[in-house]
């Protein structure tokens, strides 16, 4: 018998093993401006220490909000410090956790490499061409 993914609960807890991908996560969410990861809606299902996050359709919407922060200043990932507003924050507080590789995912991201993705966009979709660019500039 196959162990199926299930979906992430409150109850959940963020094993060890887990921790880095964890981490991984919620800084993704915290750069990328997702705010749709929350307690009620955790969008990501877990299998033993595997997780697979999916539905980021609230994402990259930081130039619809007025008096946005980028999440590099000072108080741009405040919204993320309240409890229930990310599913992995409570379990994340207080642990040590390893950034080296996830700054290093994040800096071997080349312009050229983010720039392919915006170009990989179907010549069709024109109405997402501004959004595209907003979200590669954040990135």
């Known amino acids: 018998m196959t162990r199926q993914f299930s979906v992430w609960t409150p109850g959940s807890t963020i094993s060890d093993m887990m921790l880095p ?8 969410d ?31 919407a930081h130039d619809l909000v007025i008096g946005w922060t980028p999440p590099w200043a000072l108080g741009g990932l405040k919204p993320m410090e309240t409890n229930g507003n990310h599913i992995f924050r409570a379990g994340l507080k207080g642990r040590a956790i390893n950034f ?8 071997a991201l080349s312009d050229a490499q983010i720039a392919d993705y915006e170009k990989a966009l179907p010549a069709e ?6 959004a595209a660019a907003s979200a590669t500039k954040l990135i």
Do not use: Y
């Open 21 to 28: 991908l964890a981490a991984g996560i919620f800084v993704f």
């Open 125 to 130: 979709w024109t109405d997402v061409a501004r």
């Open 30 to 60: 915290g750069i990328i401006q997702n705010p749709d990861r929350r307690s009620d809606n955790p969008n990501c299902l877990v299998r033993g220490d595997d997780l697979r996050i999916f539905d980021h359709e609230l994402a990259f």
């Open 100 to 107: 080296r590789p996830i700054r290093a995912a994040w800096a």
